[in-house]
């Protein structure tokens, strides 16, 4: 079962409001179906791609505000945990986590335990 993404979809909801966009235009412009679009809205948990497809369409032309827009809308959807402190979006570490999400479990443990290794080495 699909874990909900209600900051998403309210995210998306408000914004085809402010830009007057029925659910079928906003479909129109990612390029995502109207179920996929109506779904999000209703909570359903998007995959990283249609997150994307989402930044694409909603975003400003600078690659920074894609950015910025791409890590709040992967934030939404639950795929980043919120970083600490605000501002420009660590691009290594959204690189890495999105990485990390094609990883198997056992890949996964072996990323923990080489983070447990380099964490170590920095308080030497």
């Given at each position: ?6 900051g ?13 966009l ?5 479909s129109a412009?990612?390029g995502l179906s109207?179920a996929?679009i109506?779904g999000?809205?209703?909570?359903t948990?998007?995959?990283?791609e ?12 600078g690659q920074?505000?894609n950015l910025a827009l791409?890590d709040?809308l992967?934030?939404l959807?639950g795929y980043r ?6 501002g420009e979006p ?5 690189r890495l986590m999105?990485?990390?999400?094609q ?14 290794f ?7």
């Open positions: 079962m699909e874990k909900p993404a209600p998403l979809g309210q995210w998306l909801q408000e914004r085809c409001y402010q830009e007057h029925s659910l079928r235009q906003a412009k990612s109207h996929t109506s999000v809205i209703n909570g948990s998007p995959s990283p249609t997150v994307r497809k989402l930044t694409r369409a909603f975003s400003a032309n920074r505000e791409e709040e992967l934030q959807a945990t919120p970083r600490a402190e605000p660590n691009l290594a570490l959204a999105d990485r990390l999400s990883f198997s479990e056992a890949q996964l443990r072996v990323m923990v335990n080489f983070a447990d380099l964490a170590g080495m920095g308080k030497k």
